[in-house]
């Protein structure tokens, strides 16, 4: 019996030898102390006024960042603990923190190739240096057609690869500077010019600049609806994200012209020629099926419609595809959507049509609407924001830059005021927005309007850094008077303006 508890006792002095050799390290390094394996943020900042545009969580105190994205918003004391050696802590001693803005509709490469032709030598202050970019980019507003548009284009010299990427550069850089840090490009196509130089921008451009690392902001891209098929081919080889910079969104057509050449599509003709309703220029059968194969294919489809009879054309074809394909999450796009019949507001809230608006164009066309269609007309049914808001429609906000300026900040003043230059009343007053219905439309909104939402337009966890800090240090403050400039860009977390 001795002999037996002995040799026991031998063994467990064996197990326990080999237990402190072999298992105990092993121990040792699964449960490391917790400040060696915590998670730490690359930036927190603090002491802000975030307005993050989640319902969920309206407004937060501060916000951390590692590699790019939301780790966690909230009180500081919430991310307290993601403050490691190497975090750093930036202190905003109160200032007004939101997400970065969305222009949902421009041409930004023909913007920059505009801004390279101003004269910018001399020039001390940003201010100087927005007033002489936006009087240069004062474009023709009319539509040039058919043998019109040939005889420009004919005296048009081709644009090369190096004045391209640049302008790509310069207008993303100018983007920064207004708190711009994702666009749904539209690109260089108008009706009557060549569909080729989109897709040239997006091989020589687009791409050059993301496998080089040279993109500033973020884009999703939209091709003409004449080369839905090139698209489709495209996203089955690529996919829709082809980086975290550049996102494939659609295809885009027009239904009408411009109200300033009096092209755009009404039901009552203009009033300085009772003979013209404006111009269809899509033949509406070809839309319709290029529309119903885009959409079966899974594209997002974008029509440009401006007069009340081009909307509600887009706004039937529209219901038309529905019918045929079936219902799915399609985020069908008006834009611009500047001239409704009462009733079609309701419609695209019942469709859930998105409106693609500008804010800022109706600055010029107040002054022009009530000349061209009737004061009754025009203020009836021009830029029916309050309206489409009140209709359970989707707004984003754009500038439509080249032809207005680069702007959020100004474009929502303008939804809130909608006070025209040298005027001292409101144009159509019953239309103004209120201050977080026009701030959706430049941030969450508009990222859903390109299928972005789940990675932008909000200041929520997992979500891209992207955010601007405005010179004003309370919410009180910013809605009694909104600023006019952002003090600061950040992109991924990173400042990229100043």
Known sequence: MASR???LASLSAVAAALFAIIVAPALRLTWSPWKWSRISADLVVMNATIYTSDPSLPFAQAMAVRGGRILRVGSYSSVEDLVGQETYVLNLNGNVVMPGFIDSHLHLIYGGLQMGRVELRGVKSQEEFARKIKEALREPSGLLVDSAMKLVLAVIPEVSIHDRRDSLIRASKYALTRGVTTVIDFGRFFPGTSVDHIWQDFSDVYQWADSSGKMLIRVCLFFPMQTWSLLVDLIQEKGRALSQWIHLGGVKAFADGSLGSSSALFYEPYEEDPYSYGLQVTDINWLQNVTLHSDKFGLQVAIHAIGDKANDMVLDMYNTVVSYNGMRDRRFRI???????????????????????QPDHLLDDANSAEKKIGTMRAQRGSYLFRSL???????AFGSDWPVADINPLGAIKTALYRVPPGWENAWIPSERMALYDALKASTISAAYAGFLDQELGSLSADKYADFVVLPVDSWDQLAGDLPTTVLATYVNGKQAYP
């Open 5 to 7: 508890t002995t040799a």
């Open 335 to 357: 834009e611009h959507a500047q001239h409704l019949v009462p009733g079609s507001t309701i419609r695209f809230g019942e469709q859930r049509i998105i409106a693609s608006v």
């Open 389 to 395: 808001i009140d209709s359970d429609a989707i707004l």
